[in-house]
């Protein structure tokens, strides 16, 4: 089992960047895919990134691709989401999540331990 918690959230302009944080807090963090999800207000609850359990492979939603960068330092049981050029439409609150499954990342499906969720706000 593992817990996860996420930081760095906050309020940025159009524009700036943030990145996010998510400590896990259990054995084997490196055994997890790991992905971010979001939730807007009055929305479903959206993937964002994913990445596999040794940091080679990453997936992005396509709203993000080329603006975000997952990452993860096994080592520390920590992942990152580096967010730049943020726009007004990213704001949401963001969750980390882990799997012990294999195959698709890109679904919230696999994904048995989430965290509580870190606001983003972006201001236009």
């Known amino acids: 089992q593992v817990q996860l918690v996420e930081s760095g959230g906050g309020l940025v302009q159009t524009g700036g960047s943030l990145v996010l944080a998510c400590t896990a807090n259990g054995r084997n963090f490196r055994t997890y895919g790991m992905g971010w999800f979001r939730q807007a207000p009055g929305k479903e609850r959206e993937f964002v990134a994913a990445?596999?359990?040794?940091?080679?492979?990453?997936i992005y939603a396509p709203s993000v691709k080329d603006r975000f960068t997952i990452s993860r330092a096994n080592a520390g049981n920590t992942l990152y989401l580096q967010m730049n050029s943020l726009k007004p439409e990213d704001t949401a609150v963001y969750y980390c999540a882990a799997t012990k499954a294999y195959g698709e990342l890109n679904s919230a499906t696999p994904y048995e331990y989430w965290g509580q969720g870190t606001q983003v706000t972006v201001s236009s």
């Open positions: 990445i596999t359990r040794t940091g080679t492979g990453t």
